[in-house]
């Protein structure tokens, strides 16, 4: 079992940075491909970024591309989103979620993400 606690959210304006953090318990992080998901209100929750093992594959949302950075430190047992360049649509609660441990794909549907953490709030002002 695998617990997940986001942290880093906030109030930022539009054009700041935030970065979340999302520490992992257990003893198998550095098996899990981990997410970054988030959901506005009255909207379906959506991919973000994810990364795998080893740093080596990540996937991010078009809309993101070039703003958000996914990084993980496996010492750590802690996976990070930067956010620079932010903006007003990209508020919304923002979940760390990890698949079962030695699956490999870099997954960007929500199914494919075993264990999710109770989410931060992320709210841009214009």
């Known amino acids: 079992q695998v617990q997940l606690v986001e942290s880093g959210g906030g109030l930022v304006q539009a054009g700041g940075s935030l970065r979340l953090s999302c520490v992992a318990s257990?003893?198998?992080?550095?098996?899990?491909?981990m997410g970054w998901f988030r959901q506005a209100p009255g909207k379906e929750r959506e991919f973000v970024a994810a990364i795998g093992w080893s740093s080596g594959s990540t996937a991010y949302v078009d809309s993101v591309k070039g703003r958000f950075t996914i990084s993980r430190d496996n010492a750590k047992s802690t996976v990070y989103l930067q956010m620079n360049s932010l903006k007003p649509e990209d508020t919304a609660v923002y979940y760390c979620?990890?698949?079962?441990?030695?699956?490999?794909?870099?997954?960007?549907?929500?199914?494919?993400?075993?264990?999710w953490g109770q989410g931060t709030q992320v709210t841009v002002s214009s």
């Open positions: 979620a990890a698949r079962s441990t030695m699956a490999r794909w870099v997954a960007v549907d929500d199914y494919d993400y075993r264990y």
């Open positions: 257990g003893r198998t992080f550095s098996t899990h491909v």
